[in-house]
């Protein structure tokens, strides 16, 4: 079975541009979320999608955007980059909301803005 | 709210040494606990889980028991390799905010032979 695939891996933007990263989840798996992680944050919950609908949002401003399509998979948009959004920007699938599921990651998108 | 707070690494062991790293939370309900390891380059992997009171979650010679009289989760290793170099991170989810997952800072551990 194939896992979370991130695309692009790696990709440099300038100050002042925006940004679309994609994640297509595990096959059969529901539930798409994102974090960013950084050094100096750590890991930071973005948003969750759940049949193309958001569930759950984390303390981001609205230049971070998300959307979910019908097949599951889900893009991220980031608008107007700032330095301060150089991260490795994670996505993780769940074949549902229940209880006690477990999250499984993609490798990530390294985005670095310059 | 919800969080995790996790023992400061970085974390530096000989082959065949024990390891603990700490692990305490606060939650509002009845959590889930995990444990994720990051190697260089990758995303995070699950180690282990327990989502009750008193659950042990084992895998690969790592364990970790869900302590909900003392808020902990600590994990634990007998005997560590040079394999087991990574960052672990220390995790909760409950089942208000559903995959919403709060993890602590991480700790890098490196294993010396």
């Known amino acids: 079975k194939a896992g979370v695939t991130q695309t692009p891996r790696y990709l440099i933007k300038t100050r002042g541009q925006q940004v679309t990263l994609s994640c297509s989840p595990i096959?059969?798996?529901?539930?798409v979320s994102w974090y960013q992680q950084t050094p100096g944050q750590g890991l930071q919950f973005l948003f969750e999608?759940?049949?193309?609908?958001?569930?759950n949002k984390g303390n981001f401003p609205g230049r971070f955007s998300g959307r979910q399509f019908s097949n599951s998979r889900s893009e991220m948009n980031v608008s107007t980059l700032e330095l301060g959004d150089s991260a490795l920007y994670l996505c993780a699938s769940s074949p549902d909301r229940n209880s006690g599921n477990t999250i499984y990651f993609g490798e990530g998108s390294w985005l670095t803005v310059v | 709210g919800n969080s995790v707070t996790q023992m400061e690494g970085p974390v530096t062991l000989s082959e065949e040494a024990f390891l603990t790293i700490n692990c305490t939370y606060t939650?509002?309900?009845?959590?889930?606990l995990f444990w994720y390891v990051q190697y260089p380059g990758e995303g995070l992997q699950l180690l282990l889980k327990a989502t009750k009171a008193d659950d042990k979650g084992s895998n690969k010679g790592f364990e970790a028991t869900y302590r909900k009289e003392t808020t902990s989760f600590h994990l634990e290793k007998g005997s560590v390799q040079v394999s087991d170099s990574a960052v672990y991170f220390c995790?909760?989810?409950?089942?208000?905010?559903?995959?919403?997952?709060?993890f602590g800072t991480g700790t890098s551990l490196t294993v010396i032979p």
């Open positions: 096959s059969g798996h529901r539930s």
């Open positions: 939650a509002t309900g009845y959590p889930s």
């Open positions: 999608y759940f049949s193309e609908t958001q569930r």
């Open positions: 995790a909760l989810s409950d089942q208000i905010t559903g995959n919403q997952f709060y």
